[in-house]
């Protein structure tokens, strides 16, 4: 439970107030979500929490964002649930709630001067959703420029989302620091999202189907990095692999040399295993209708190529019945190391 009085703060300047009776508690912490709070949020709360310590304040903001929904999109039937909000954020840590009414966010109508996320802002969501980043920038800095943190906590499931924010906090000189926390997953495996709540069991069975092909993309991935891996220990001279056939090392050796350089390339072969596992899907019932397949650089959330070394973001968009689903696996190729 809370340390101190839990505080509901719907208008500024009820923010304005557990911001001065928290004003020599140290660093602050914000998570912004749209409400419909579930475990994921609360493994940010909790997160936020050990980042400011026991004395910090943590801010949770509840404000479901018109400007990030486009025309036919669910924002009328967004889930909305404060109630229970307030008390999985209270429990999970917090200190305050700030949950505005679009019109103490946008006192003036919808802002005329906005955050745009530029390049990165049209590709793969922003392909899907024109104007959804610049609705998300647009928020998030009036939310960072209202709640004042020393930090904020984002979900990594909302990679691209995560992106660009970071992108924003160091392009504009946001002089906040940018946490991203990794996806919590129900037991199944399906990313925990408020819109699950939309699935029937049918659509759920199929929805699964973002979880698996992650996996099996990942799982290709790890075997691949062994294979490079083990490639990288097969003898370099004649003299080496006379010693090691000695000791009859030198058939594994050229045999994992071999599968290394005959398989496709690492990226090439990582899609190719999530796609396969989509592609079954589409026969499913309900089936899926797949939105984008990628594997990207998480610093600009371009297609990585043959040749990619580092962090990677293997991510994954689809409908099922009238619910659209994002998920994603963070991935590292070569020179770094094996699957995260």
């Not at 009820?14 to 493994?43: C, N, P, Y």
């Not at 990582?270 to 019932?285: K, N």
Request: charged share 25%; aromatic share 4%; glycine share 8%.
């Amino acid at each position: 439970m809370s340390r101190r009085p839990f505080e509901l703060a719907p208008t500024v300047d009820d923010l304005r107030h557990v911001q001065d009776h928290f004003a020599d508690s140290g660093r602050t912490a914000v998570v912004m979500t749209m409400g419909a709070l579930h475990e994921g949020h609360a493994t940010l709360i909790r997160a936020a929490r050990e980042h400011v310590g026991r004395k910090g304040l943590v801010i949770v903001t509840v404000f479901v964002n018109p400007l990030q929904f486009g025309q036919g999109e669910d924002l009328d039937r967004y889930p909305r649930t404060l109630d229970t909000d307030l008390k999985i954020a209270e429990q999970a840590g917090a200190d305050a709630v700030f949950a505005p009414s679009v019109d103490e966010v946008y006192p003036g109508g919808q802002p005329q001067v906005r955050v745009t996320a530029g390049p990165m802002g049209t590709l793969l969501e922003g392909a899907s959703r024109p104007g959804h980043f610049d609705g998300v920038l647009t928020v998030v800095a009036k939310l960072l420029h209202l709640t004042r943190p020393d930090v904020a906590l984002f979900g990594q499931k909302d990679a691209q989302q995560l992106a660009v924010i970071r992108r924003m906090a160091r392009d504009l000189n946001f002089g906040i620091e940018i946490v991203g926390v990794p996806t919590v997953r129900e037991s199944d495996g399906l990313a925990l999202s408020s819109r699950n709540r939309y699935l029937s069991a049918d659509e759920r069975r199929t929805a699964l189907t973002l979880s698996r092909a992650l996996f099996a993309g990942r799982d290709r991935h790890a075997a691949q990095e062994a294979l490079r891996a083990r490639a990288r220990e097969v003898p370099s001279t004649r003299a080496r692999a006379e010693a090691l056939s000695a000791i009859g090392e030198s058939r594994a050796a050229a045999d994992a040399h071999a599968v290394a350089k005959a398989v496709p390339n690492a990226a090439a072969a990582v899609r190719a295993a999530a796609r396969q596992v989509l592609d079954d899907a589409v026969h499913y019932d309900p089936p899926l209708q797949l939105d984008y397949l990628a594997l990207v650089d998480p610093s600009d959330f371009t297609e990585i190529d043959d040749d990619f070394t580092g962090e990677a973001v293997l991510a994954v968009a689809a409908r099922v019945g009238t619910t659209r689903l994002i998920d994603n696996l963070p991935l590292t190729f070569g020179t770094l190391g094996a699957a995260s």
